[in-house]
């Protein structure tokens, strides 16, 4: 019921910043809430950060926080993932996921729609 398209991924050097974007499409995006999961070769998908329907409330993974920061532009369709001070690993691919979940959530289950990913490569 809802389609999601992630942009805004490349190479950056360790210290270097990158801006993700993913633009949504059917149901109205303001009923959901959002999440960025990343996966590395070879490893499990995981959790990075969540947002609530109205942007209040955010949930970020131990190993980003203070560095990345999850947002969303509800009348663009539009969810974001600012990424500051970027390391080595940070290196994955980056999805976002739609969820029918009241506040934020970190479980993979809890999301139903997901993107296809882009891919962030931070050099050393």
């Known amino acids: 019921q809802v389609q999601l398209v992630e942009s805004g991924g490349g190479l950056v050097q360790a210290g270097g910043s990158l801006r993700l974007s993913c633009a949504a499409s059917g149901r109205t995006f303001s009923r959901y809430a959002m999440g960025w999961f990343r996966q590395a070769p070879g490893k499990e998908r995981e959790f990075v950060a969540s947002i609530s329907w109205g942007g209040s409330n955010t949930y970020y993974v131990d190993s980003v926080k203070g560095r990345f920061t999850i947002s969303r532009d509800n009348a663009k369709n539009t969810l974001y993932l600012q990424m500051d001070s970027l390391k080595p690993e940070d290196t994955a691919v980056y999805y976002c996921?739609?969820?029918?979940?009241?506040?934020?959530?970190?479980?993979?289950?809890?999301?139903?729609?997901w993107g296809q990913g882009t891919q962030v490569t931070v050099s050393s």
């Open positions: 996921a739609a969820s029918a979940v009241i506040g934020t959530t970190a479980r993979r289950s809890d999301y139903a729609y």
